[in-house]
């Protein structure tokens, strides 16, 4: 089946740790996305790419690194750096150009324990 | 920053009652996009309209686009209770660099009550 698979689905991280969260999409898609999600709030964009071997800084990018290696995969790691990494994240993938619609995965919830 | 701030934060209507939901944005737009997340989910994208059209059907969803106010209202008619979601405006910007990011607002929780 075509789509875009994130996993975990939820994950407990000890503060300190870096813990990377895996997207991958077989939809050919060469533009992918992450947001953060907090309770009663938006989306807000911490990474994207439109390209392989490029990525550009969201609106809140501190504290997170994402890679884009191949065309299927954009892993985020949350860094320790990141003070309140508590949040469900989703990862999203479309075509190039501005009116494509965006694939969204089902989430990661990450807990901070 | 977020683009679009939807309006009211939260709706509750009866089963078969129109629910109506704005959006409204800062900058010039390429298109607005309109997305469904189911409680606990991911995103699902409901229509487009690009920034040159005043209005788009689908369905039981009709779609508004204001340029010259930057607002969008999205009106679902005789809902249903598989209808209750959150609704989130989304923008994809006009900027130098044809940048194609994304970008959300904070969205509008509809209930709709049997």
């Keep these: 089946d075509g789509g875009i698979t994130q996993s975990p689905k939820y994950l407990f991280r000890k503060e300190g740790q870096n813990v990377t969260l895996s997207c991958e999409q077989n939809l050919n898609h060469d533009a992918m996305y ?25 609106d809140i990018a501190e504290g997170y690194s994402v890679s884009r290696e191949k065309k299927e995969s954009f892993p985020l790691t949350v860094t320790s750096a990141q003070k309140n990494p508590t949040a469900f994240y989703l990862c999203a993938s479309g075509h190039r150009g501005a009116e494509t619609e965006a694939f969204f995965g089902q989430g990661t919830r990450l807990t901070v324990v | 920053s977020q683009q679009g701030e939807e309006d009211p934060q939260a709706l509750s209507i009866q ?23 189911n409680s606990g989910r991911g995103l699902v994208h409901l229509i487009l309209i690009r920034s040159n059209e005043r209005e788009k059907h689908s369905g039981r969803l009709r779609v508004t686009l204001d340029t010259s106010k930057k607002s969008s209202s999205l009106l679902i008619t005789a809902s249903r209770a598989a209808d209750t979601a959150s609704y989130f405006c989304a923008t994809v910007p006009l900027t130098q660099g044809g940048s194609e990011k994304l970008v959300f607002g904070k969205g509008t929780k509809l209930t709709v009550n049997p």
């Design chain 1, 34 to 58: 992450w947001y953060r999600q907090d309770p009663g709030q938006g989306l807000r964009l911490i990474y994207y790419s439109q390209i392989v071997n490029d990525f550009q800084k969201g």
């Design chain 2, 15 to 37: 089963e078969g009652e129109n629910a109506t939901m704005n959006c409204s944005y800062k900058t010039s737009i390429n298109n607005l996009q309109w997305y469904r997340q």
